[in-house]
């Protein structure tokens, strides 16, 4: 069986277990839910890159929503799809909650945004926030130099690095040093990308980090 197929497996299993109601509602109970003020009162704020030297891949979001600004978490809102499928993926060996983003970093993984500041949704972005986001990032991947960076919405990088026809997948040009890859946004809002679509995609650039790094190894 192919890793892509085992992918998909697991990835089934793992998105059926998120919507099963009792795994929701434990979920649901061990995060304080904010309150409709406390969200607005997020507008703005920023969450903290998770980000070191070296890392295998740097993921990179369009820019924080209320819930993650509110928490300080990345991916934080409730349906939101990038936790459920780094585990489905591979990329983790268990569901990680995002208060636990830190395990993420310790795996050789980081977390950052084109545009800082957070917004009720990314179309509130003019296009020169996420041109200016996009020239932010670079000068980060430049000084951070992550083996493979993933930018996390199509259209966000169409926009932020001129490049009107991409899509999702591998691009042909590098950042740097860095692999580039462009992934389907994970909100929960996203009905063009499925779950069992999500786990494959995550799951393609996770086999060319590791066939990168073999091929690296073998030099």
């Known amino acids: ?14 998105f059926g277990r998120m919507n099963d109601g009792k795994a929701r509602r434990k979920a649901a109970a061990a995060i304080q839910k904010p309150s409709r003020a406390a969200l607005l009162a997020a507008v703005n704020r920023t969450v903290p890159d998770l980000i070191a030297p070296g890392l295998a891949v740097l993921f990179c979001g ?44 310790r795996s050789g993984y980081g977390i950052t945004n084109l545009v800082r500041r957070a917004t009720v949704g990314s179309d509130e972005l003019s296009r020169e926030e996420l041109v200016a986001g996009g020239r932010a990032f670079a000068r980060k991947v430049t000084r951070y130099r992550p083996r493979a960076v993933a930018i996390l919405g199509v259209s966000a990088y169409r926009w932020a690095f001129d490049r009107p026809a991409a899509k999702v997948g591998p691009q042909p040009e590098k950042m740097g040093d860095a692999l580039v890859w462009v992934l389907p946004n994970p909100s929960g809002l996203n009905a063009h990308f ?15 980090i590791a066939q990168a790094g073999n091929s690296r190894q073998g030099t």
């Open 62 to 105: 369009i820019n924080p929503g209320l819930y993650s600004a509110w928490s300080r978490h990345h991916f934080a809102r409730p349906g939101n799809r990038f936790w459920p499928a780094l585990f489905a993926s591979g990329f983790t060996n268990r569901l990680l909650r995002p208060d636990e983003e830190d395990e993420l970093l």
């Open 194 to 208: 499925t779950p069992n679509t999500l786990t494959r995609v995550f799951g393609e650039l996770r086999q060319a």
């Open 1 to 14: 069986m192919s890793s892509i197929l085992l992918f998909s497996a697991r990835g089934r299993a793992t």
